[in-house]
Every structure is written in structure tokens, then in C-alpha cells.
């Protein structure tokens, strides 16, 4: 079985930097397109940011300039960076795999981690 899981969330003061990091694990040879939503409550998940296998990169208007994405293929990790952080970035950011390669099957079903909290705040 294959899982995502995310750590690097918590609590930071306007202006300030965090990276979230998602690792997998299970049976994964290699992995399409890995990235960032996010949710508040009451609303729909977001993008924030995603990155193909060639390095092809997508940000969400509302963090262009201030979000990095990157990856590191081998491991199969996927990595934002987010600087000069709102507080309307606070939300609970997840992360996603789409199309993933099992060394024997290609799998085209969303994969997603089960969250991690940011809290941009004074």
C-alpha cells in the first residue's frame, strides 16, 4: 500500500518562512506529477503547487514569487518552500500524487497525504 505522509507545518509569524516536506512509502518506481493543496474550513481544496517528473512547475496566482516547489525524484519526495507567509496562507496543506508507476503498473488514481496544519499568525 502506498502512503503519503507530510511533516514541516506549524505555527510561524507573518513574513516568516516554513518548508513542508512529503515522503512516500510502499511500492513507488517513479511518480508523475507530486503537489500541494490546501483547505480551509468551509471551503473547496486548493492548489498551491505542483511539480512534474522533468521539473515543469504550476503555483496558484496567490503565491507565485513567495512559494518554491522542488522534488527529488529518486526519493520520491516532494518539497515547498513558502517565504514572506500570510496569515490567508493559514490552512491545512496536503500533498499529492497524480499517476505514479509501480515498477509494474501505472496507477492514474490521486494518492493524498492526511494533512499537516500551518498557522500564520502574531
Known amino acids: 500500500q502506498v502512503e503519503l505522509v507530510e511533516s514541516g507545518g506549524g505555527l510561524v509569524q507573518p513574513g516568516g518562512s516554513l518548508r513542508l516536506s512529503c515522503t512516500t512509502s510502499?511500492?513507488?518506481?517513479?511518480?508523475?506529477?507530486m503537489g500541494w493543496y490546501r483547505q480551509t474550513p468551509g471551503k473547496e481544496r486548493e492548489l498551491v503547487a505542483t511539480?512534474?517528473?522533468?521539473?515543469?512547475?504550476k503555483y496558484a496566482d496567490s503565491v507565485k514569487s513567495r512559494f518554491t516547489i522542488s522534488r527529488n525524484n529518486p526519493e520520491n519526495t516532494v518539497y515547498p518552500r513558502m517565504n514572506n507567509l500570510k496569515p490567508e496562507d493559514t490552512a491545512v496543506y496536503y500533498c499529492?500524487?497524480?499517476?505514479?508507476?509501480?515498477?509494474?503498473?501505472?496507477?492514474?488514481?490521486?494518492?493524498w497525504g492526511q494533512g499537516t496544519q500551518v498557522t500564520v499568525s502574531s
Open positions: 499529492n500524487v497524480e499517476k505514479f508507476y509501480d515498477g509494474q503498473y501505472f496507477h492514474n488514481n490521486a494518492l
Open positions: 510502499g511500492r513507488i518506481f517513479s511518480i508523475d506529477t
Open positions: 511539480i512534474t517528473y522533468d521539473g515543469t512547475m
